[in-house]
């Protein structure tokens, strides 16, 4: 009788410690978690290292047809609901790690490579947290990683985050171009293409890139009423890329505008430079109900930002003297 009355003590017993060692090991694997890797010293020395040139980019390239529209949206729901195509995103940031920088290669080749981990870093950290309205709601804060700078992926020599990649890798390669190909997930970048970058391609494609985005209401347009040219932030935040003066910024880009507003340009010298508000919501192309909704506030503001902006710049400071803009943009 003894026996029998102690058999629900020891199943209970038996599921405490279960429980114990299932929760032992999801608490290591979210402390794993807080900061997320790809690759690594040891598992990037196999038999035969590869050169950026070796690096195939093949299995992001089927990722990107399968899951990103022509307008650089991305299907999350549907790529995150697929546990093999996640998978295959892993595994692809994880061979990036093969990669050997001492190996002869083209500078193409090397930013197609950066180009396309920065990118996909970025999908796995969305589809890692999905649903999120945002990239900006991925900060370490209210997620396990801040996913611009816990993020890294070993390139060979280094962890690189995607801020190292973009400020220590490829901006030093001096082509601003780069800015229209880097795609952190969100309505306000641009837009992110269905194919992975090539060498071959690469300079096609960071035209192609070029012309899109300036081609977009949303990021760039010229007001002839008020003479204003009127661009987005990525331009404003990466300055030093494309120039000093305002005229430096729209000479570096003019081959990429739009031939009616290159004309504009080349007939007027009074215009003003001001930059546009940037849509941090998802660029997502099948979103949940509850991610639209969360969405409506980074709508909002981006449309707000600006004149908020002009408001906060006007109480700040009393001399708001106009940058003069000379004639010669574009020569």
Known sequence: ????????????????????????????????????????????APLHRLSYEDISHAPLDTLLRRYVDCNGMVCYSRWRNQCYDVRELEAYLHGLSQVDADLPARREAKMAYYINAYNAMTLWGILHEYPVAS??????????FAIFDD???WDGESYRSLNGI?????????????????????????RLRNRAYTADALQWQLDDNA?????????????????????????????????????????????????????????????RLKYLGYDWSLNDQCPTLAVKVAAIPYHTYSIASPALKRIKTMLS?????????????GQ
Not at 177 to 185: D, G, T, Y
Not at 211 to 234: G, N, W
Not at 317 to 329: I, M, N
């Open 211 to 271: 012309r899109e985005f300036f081609s977009s209401h949303a990021r760039f347009h010229i007001s002839r009423i008020t003479r204003t040219v009127q661009m987005s932030p990525i331009l404003e935040w990466y300055r030093d890329d494309f120039g000093q003066t305002d005229h430096e910024v729209v000479s570096t880009v003019f081959a990429y505008l739009p031939q009616q507003d290159r004309q504009w340009l080349s007939q007027h010298c009074d215009w």
């Open 1 to 44: 009788m003894p026996h029998f009355q102690s058999a629900p003590t020891i199943r209970r017993f038996s599921m405490l410690i279960v429980a114990l060692v299932v929760g032992f090991f999801f608490a290591n694997d979210a402390l794993a978690q807080s900061q997320p890797r790809f690759g690594g010293p040891d598992s990037s």
């Open 317 to 329: 400071s009393s001399d708001g003297v106009a940058e003069a803009v000379t004639c010669d943009a």
């Open 151 to 153: 993020l890294q992926l």
């Open 166 to 190: 973009e400020n220590d890798v490829l901006r030093p390669l001096g082509d601003p171009r780069i800015h229209f190909a880097l795609v952190c997930a969100a309505r306000g970048c641009p």
């Open 135 to 144: 990239i900006q709601r991925i900060d370490g804060k209210r997620t396990q």
